[in-house]
């Protein structure tokens, strides 16, 4: 499972989350680390937005006007995209096929991955587009800007359906796993909405400003704000299911992942006071647990992780008693039972000796597209 994050001084890097081996006492918060796979510097100002594709392409969105990709698995640059005139604000890959990015220039464009090909725009704000999300049906987009304004886009006729002026500047708009719910986020509030109705069905002041906010389900929601707690909050009850102080100082963003069950998920924050942390969430007991953390020495402003299915469930379960190296005094002693060689005394093995795979070095580098 990896993690991405940006910052003010343009730098991308990514680190890796792993489990180690099971400590004696069976405490699993010593069991996990991360592990930093890159760095990289092909912004030249601050890294607004972040987002990964199912495939492991990491797209990065700057103050310089430019969209950056690179590939995880492979650790390279595979080019920059060029069109927006303002920062780059918002980041969404939708499925396998589009990335969509939103800008300060006030437009939406949809760019098609497999080309890297920029295939609509869409134009519908008369000030900066601060945020949007996608409907799980991949139909329908809301966006909102410094305007005042939410937007409604069909995506399949490629306009807007309807623009609805809002009381205040909105900062961000997110659909809940089922598209039945959105959350509207404005200073220190967050104004809850089934996808059908014009009024807010709950609202929550955190007394403080949001940076982020992200739906775990279809009713719980996690806020991130200018303090070190983060609090979840249930839509249906319309209650604040918990909170638990996570960092030193305010809270940059948030991503919450899922598991096989659905009220444990693996919930990654990153902070202020430059650290990545990796939290176990058990909403039933109403628990968080710290897994692992790292200080990143820079000043972070944005996050994302790729988590392919089943990744988060599998990191969370500990290894079978077979496969784990027991210590035996002093020295490892493997479990699992062992491999019969083939007998080597003939001639020609003797003679071709044993063959090691050679090191392959990646080329990296990184080609414009326009």
């Known amino acids: 499972m ?17 489990r180690t081996a099971e400590s004696a006492n069976g405490d699993a918060t010593n069991c996990f680390k991360f592990t930093q796979k890159f760095n990289d510097n092909s912004h030249l100002g601050c890294v607004k937005s972040l ?11 700057s103050t310089d006007e430019t969209i950056h990709l690179f590939n995880l698995e492979r650790e390279i640059s595979i080019g920059t995209l060029v069109s ?17 990015s939103g800008s300060a220039d006030g ?16 134009k519908g704000h008369k000030g900066a587009v601060l945020h ?27 306009k807007y359906s309807f623009i609805r002026n809002m ?31 014009t009024e807010a069905i709950y609202t929550e002041d955190i007394k403080c400003h949001i940076n982020d906010t992200a739906f775990l389900n279809d009713d719980v929601f996690v806020v991130a704000g200018d303090s070190e707690s983060l609090v979840l909050f249930d839509a249906a009850k319309k209650c604040r299911l918990m909170e638990f102080a996570s960092h030193k100082v305010r809270v940059r963003a948030v991503v919450p992942v899922r598991t096989s069950s659905p009220d444990s998920f693996l919930l990654f924050s990153c902070s202020s006071d430059e650290t990545v942390k990796a939290w176990s969430l058990q909403l039933t007991e109403k628990t968080s647990v710290c897994l692992a953390s790292i200080n990143v020495c820079c000043r972070i402003t944005s996050m994302a992780v790729h988590a392919p299915g089943g990744s988060a469930t599998k990191l969370l379960t500990a290894p ?3 496969s784990v190296p027991a210590v035996v ?16 005394t003939d001639s020609t093995t003797k003679r071709k000796g044993i063959l090691k795979d050679p090191t392959v070095k990646k080329a990296k580098g990184s080609k414009k597209l326009e």
């Open 2 to 18: 990896q993690i991405a994050i940006g910052s003010y001084d343009g730098l991308v890097a990514g680190y890796q989350l792993t």
């Open 51 to 61: 987002a990964v594709s199912p495939k492991g392409i990491l797209a990065s969105g």
């Open 84 to 100: 927006h005139e303002g920062d780059i604000t918002c980041l969404k890959f939708v499925g396998k096929d589009f990335l969509y």
């Open 107 to 122: 437009t939406i464009r949809m760019w098609r991955t497999r080309i890297w090909e920029l295939q609509r725009t869409f």
């Open 132 to 158: 949007f999300d996608v409907h799980p049906s991949k139909k329908l987009a809301l966006s909102v800007g410094a305007d005042k304004k939410l937007i409604a886009w069909d995506l399949v006729a490629g």
């Open 167 to 197: 009381k205040k500047v909105c900062e961000a708009v997110v659909f809940n796993k089922s598209g039945t719910r959105y959350a509207i986020r404005s200073g220190s509030t967050v104004d809850v909405y089934d996808l059908t109705a």
């Open 320 to 322: 079978d008693a077979e």
């Open 329 to 344: 005094a002093g020295k490892k002693k493997n479990l699992t039972a062992k491999k019969v060689l083939p007998d080597v």
